[in-house]
């Protein structure tokens, strides 16, 4: 498999799973903002890890991850429909922390430029 068709497929089931999740999936207690960050499918098309970033309180995060990984079935059988594929891939939700760690970052950066002035 030529490896920009692998980033052709990654990007086709990122926009089918991100449409599912906004406007499909009927949970009452989905209240958190879900984005879709990235799509890796493996190279023989048998797993999607889907990475999804959350934005809400704790408590909407651990929520909105459990209804997620739950409606599993239900995600890959919409991949089914609109993906032209041969095999549909098992999906697999991933939480994307990487937001939260650049956030830390950002906080740790502060405090030193904090630290570095007040020493001058």
């Given at each position: 498999?030529?490896?920009?068709?692998?980033?052709?497929?990654n990007e086709e089931?990122?926009?089918?799973?991100?449409?599912?999740?906004?406007?499909?999936?009927?949970?009452?207690?989905?209240?958190a903002m879900v984005?879709?960050?990235?799509?890796?499918?493996?190279?023989d098309l048998s797993y999607a890890k889907v990475f999804v970033s959350i934005f809400?309180?704790?408590?909407?995060?651990?929520?909105?991850?459990?209804?997620?990984?739950?409606?599993?079935g239900f995600i890959r059988k919409e991949i089914g429909k609109n993906v032209k594929l041969r095999h549909v891939p098992e999906v697999i939700i991933e939480l994307d922390?990487?937001?939260?760690?650049?956030n830390h970052l950002e906080s740790l950066f502060r405090k030193i430029k904090e630290n570095d002035s007040n020493d001058n």
């Amino acid at each position: 498999m030529a490896n920009y068709r692998g980033g052709r497929i990654n990007e086709e089931i990122k926009k089918d799973v991100s449409n599912t999740i906004q406007n499909k999936i009927k949970d009452p207690r989905l209240t958190a903002m879900v984005s879709v960050t990235d799509v890796e499918v493996t190279r023989d098309l048998s797993y999607a890890k889907v990475f999804v970033s959350i934005f809400g309180t704790e408590d909407q995060k651990t929520d909105a991850l459990k209804i997620l990984k739950s409606s599993t079935g239900f995600i890959r059988k919409e991949i089914g429909k609109n993906v032209k594929l041969r095999h549909v891939p098992e999906v697999i939700i991933e939480l994307d922390t990487t937001l939260d760690k650049a956030n830390h970052l950002e906080s740790l950066f502060r405090k030193i430029k904090e630290n570095d002035s007040n020493d001058n």
